[in-house]
């Protein structure tokens, strides 16, 4: 018999549908596709051996006939090496670019813009080719087929299954050719790239302004923090403040101009902290006019890319021809996305200017405002501190660490990793400890839960659990959130009376999160996506997640992790912590409310049993997590001087 590898498209890859009518839509779509995708297997089962390569919301595995085998986009990722996912990514975006400096209109004041769009074009390229390209050919050479069936033939996986089956010479068959939605939604997703960075650049040049007024001459050491998201303070108030006390002079600018972020910097100015708007620091009018003139200049670049005879050669990996289904994304980025990084690196320029700092802290290096500023830094030799507030190594092969001549770190696993893959020269990267759990650490629990209960208005006597929600994405699908919540709430059905409260994740919507637990019977009123999550972990009795970034922070802090997951699903896959497999969480199955509740009462009921695992989940999160001794200040001002010694050392004759 022969050996079939069936191909869908999958999941979107950048969160949830945040409009009511668009995801009731899905929901019948989804109920729509499974039916088609069980009639196509069926009969496809009957020709020769099956191996199906879907999204997990996109298939009802009860319908599918027994021997088919199922295999998951978000599974085959993680399986897939970072290595050869970002050897891709660096691949395609190096065949767009002309050779460093041959092109004068992309070197803006001796700042090469494309490496202000590395990251965050490179991280596009990784979700909607690198990976699905990777994930499919690790499925090729596992179930070796012979042949290609591919559902509609619309999406971006199933056109990169194409060009796999035409590398390797394997016939190729649609197998709906009349089941128009899946062409309908790829065409509507395909619209979304361009339409983002549309968006993109027209909220640069509207988005309101304010006045600027040049800083004066420092007097000595004036420490420049950027931020691009709320959660950046976390990190960077408490080392401006230290900054502060050491004697310096600290100046924050904002990239994200929210409610949050004008809060933070509103707080920040009444103790002391300059502060101001990234693009305020450049004029709409002054913004309109680049645009208006290098508009033009970059659309003929494009045509000049894509008339040269060896572009589709160059965008070939391993004798794969990815031109077609690349060529849309490379085109936005020097059309598009060149305009945003341009109006970034200008405001950039005048940032500097205008603040006038002797040194650069920046606690991302993907965003345009933080790689901008860093840019400018290192074009004038202003020594510029990279401070990640991660604690993980990501598998996420854009995290290039390519900025900041020292780069600090909260741990020292991160440290390890960053040595063992050679991202990072050892003399480069120090572990300085933690500064945004800090202020935690330093208040009383019981404190804190006073603290806690009076700003949401709960009964202060009653135990409190934090439930930390989790974004949408490739690799946790929207039917996965749903189960989710629906067995905490379950769960809660078989509780006594408890404080709940929901942390949600920064790339959630609040509002549309709200709805959503309203829909799916949720126990609890209380909703935050501001409140300091390092406060809530300090004072709680335990913490309710899938897997995260923040169980590592809750075990540092003494809070006992429930982890709740898709059975049968790999969570770590070689990067995310193994709490789960080295027993320091309690570990419930998605859909399991009675075994969430039997592992929440042991943790609220049974003081032996929580102190045994508080214990042990403290001595594993101390390899990810090291308290800030109040030496921070002194320790970056350090970092500082040296990098400036070092600099003069180079320059000397």
Known sequence: MSRVLLVTHSTRSIGEFR????????????????????????????EGEVTVLTSRELVDPKTLPAPVALRYFDDESFQVTAETVGDLTDHLESAVWPEHGREL???????????????????VLRLEIAEPLAAIQKVCDDAKPRRVVLLTGASIPERLARCVAQRQGWPVEV???????????????????????????????????????????????????????PRHHYVVDPLADAVRAAGAEAHVVASDPDSETRMRLSALCEEGVAASIFLDHLPARDAAALVQTYRPIFRDLWRRIERDPSFRARLAWNGIELADVARPFLRDTVTRSLLSALLAQAAAFRAMDAIQPTSVVVTSNRRHAERTLALVARARGIPTVFFPGTLLFSRDPSNRFDLGDRILVIGEYLRERMLAAKLVDPRRISVVGDPRSDAARRVASAQLRDEIAREFGLPADRPFLIFVSKVVSLHFSAAEKEAFYRTVAGAFEHLPAVNLVVKIHPNEDEALVRRQAREWQWPGSVFTKTFDIHRLFAAADAAIMVTSMAGIEAMALGCPVVAVQTPGKDFEGGV???????????????????????ALRRLLEDAEARTALVERAKKFAA???????????????SVIDAIRSETAERRAP
Not at 192 to 215: C, F, Q
């Open 623 to 637: 390899r990810y997590v090291h308290p800030a001794d109040g030496a921070l200040a002194g320790r970056l001002l």
């Open 576 to 598: 995310m912590p193994p709490y789960v497999s080295e027993n320091v969480v309690e570990h419930v199955d998605m859909g399991d409310a009675d075994g969430l509740a039997k």
């Open 175 to 229: 197998a709906s050719r009349r089941f128009v939605w899946p062409r309908i939604y790829a065409r509507v997703y395909a619209a979304l790239s361009p339409r983002e960075e549309r968006l993109r650049l027209r909220s640069l040049l509207e988005r309101p302004r304010a006045g600027v007024t040049p800083a004066r001459l420092p007097a000595g050491e004036r420490v420049l923090f950027v931020t691009c998201r």
């Open 105 to 123: 209109s992309l070197d803006y004041h001796g700042v090469w813009l494309p490496d202000v769009l590395t990251i965050g074009r490179g991280v």
């Open 19 to 46: 409009r009511p009518w668009v995801r009731a839509l899905y929901r019948r779509y989804v109920a729509r596709f499974r039916r088609e995708l069980s009639a196509v297997v069926a009969r496809v089962a009957r």
